[in-house]
C-alpha cells in the first residue's frame, strides 16, 4: 500500500472512530443497589445514592450479628428518610433483608459471638468476619442481577478503619471483575467514602442532605458492636467503647473542631 493510501485509510479509521465517540450514550445507570446495615457509613452512602439514582433499592444481611438491633434501626431510617426527604421518597424502593445466619457458623469472631472485642493475633480486632464484605456483595450481585440493577453502593473506607482487608478498594475493584464475569453481567461497585475519613463522611452528610440528615443518621443510626442504644453520646448512641463507637466518636469530634475552626476563621 502505498503511503498515501495507507494516510487515507488511517484517515478513515479515525473520522469512523470519532463518529463512534460522538454518538457514544454512556449506559444509563440510573439504578443502584445500596448495602444498608443502618450504621452511619451505610446510612450515607444511600442518602449519596438518593442524591444521583432514579431508582434505589436497598439490602440487609441478617448474620447473627451480635448488635442485631442495627437491623431494627432500618426500617425506622428508610421511614424518616421518605418522610424528611420528599425528593428522595420516590426514588427509594424495595428494600430486601437477606439472611445468612451461616456466617456465624463458619467464622469464629467476636462480631458474631459474645468472645472479647480485642486486637487479634494478625492485627485485626476480634470484630473481623472473614469474607464478610465478599459475601454481601455477591449476595447482593445476585439480587441486582435479577432486577436489573448495574450499580451496587457499599460504605467500605480504607481512610479510617479497622484494618479489615475486605474493606479495601483493591479487593473491590477485583470483586466488580470478579462478579461481572461470573455473572456475565457488567456491574460497577461504588464505594463513595472510600477515601474519607469519618469527619469527611459527618461532612458528607451535611452536603447532602443539611442538618435535617446530621440530625437523623446522629440520632437514629447504628455503630456499636455491643448493640448499646442506651449510651447517649453527642455522636448517638452506643457503648463509647469498642472499635466502632471509637472511630464514630473520634470522626464526630473532628468534624465538630474542623466546624468551629472554620467558623471562626
Ligand atoms: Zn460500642
Known amino acids: 500500500m502505498s503511503a498515501s493510501r495507507e494516510y487515507a485509510e488511517l484517515r478513515r479509521t479515525a473520522a469512523r472512530y470519532a463518529h463512534r465517540m460522538r454518538n457514544y450514550t454512556a449506559p444509563m445507570h440510573d439504578r443502584a443497589l445500596v448495602l444498608f446495615s443502618g450504621g452511619q457509613d451505610s446510612a450515607t452512602c444511600l442518602a449519596w445514592a438518593l442524591s444521583r439514582y432514579a431508582h434505589v433499592e436497598t439490602v440487609g444481611f441478617d448474620y447473627g450479628q451480635r448488635h442485631a438491633v442495627e437491623l431494627e434501626v432500618r426500617p425506622r431510617l428508610l421511614a424518616e428518610l421518605r418522610q424528611q426527604f420528599p425528593d428522595w421518597h420516590q426514588r427509594l424502593r424495595d428494600d430486601h433483608l437477606v439472611t445468612m445466619r451461616e456466617l456465624a457458623q463458619l467464622s ?7 468472645a472479647e472485642i480485642r486486637m487479634g493475633a494478625k492485627g485485626l480486632p476480634t470484630t473481623f468476619v472473614p469474607g464478610r464484605n465478599l459475601l454481601f456483595f455477591t449476595y447482593a450481585a445476585a439480587i441486582a442481577y435479577r432486577r436489573d440493577i448495574p450499580v451496587l453502593v457499599g460504605g467500605m473506607c480504607e481512610t479510617d478503619y479497622s484494618g479489615y482487608p475486605d474493606c479495601r ?18 456491574f460497577v461497585l461504588e464505594t463513595p467514602l472510600m477515601w474519607l475519613s469519618k469527619a469527611q463522611t459527618w461532612q458528607l452528610a451535611q452536603d447532602l442532605g443539611g442538618d435535617a440528615l446530621v440530625e437523623l443518621i446522629r440520632t437514629e443510626t447504628h455503630t456499636c458492636y455491643l448493640g448499646d442504644r442506651t449510651t447517649r453520646h453527642a455522636w448517638g448512641l452506643g457503648c463509647g467503647a469498642c472499635p466502632a463507637c471509637e472511630l464514630r466518636g473520634a470522626g464526630w469530634s473532628g468534624w465538630q473542631a474542623a466546624r468551629a475552626a472554620s467558623a471562626r476563621s
Not at 108 to 114: M, N
Not at 174 to 185: C, E, F, K, R, V
Request: net charge negative.
Open 169 to 186: 478498594d483493591d479487593t473491590l475493584k477485583a470483586l466488580q471483575i470478579a462478579l461481572s464475569l461470573g455473572m456475565d453481567q457488567r
Open 108 to 114: 469464629d469472631t467476636a462480631l458474631t459471638a459474645s
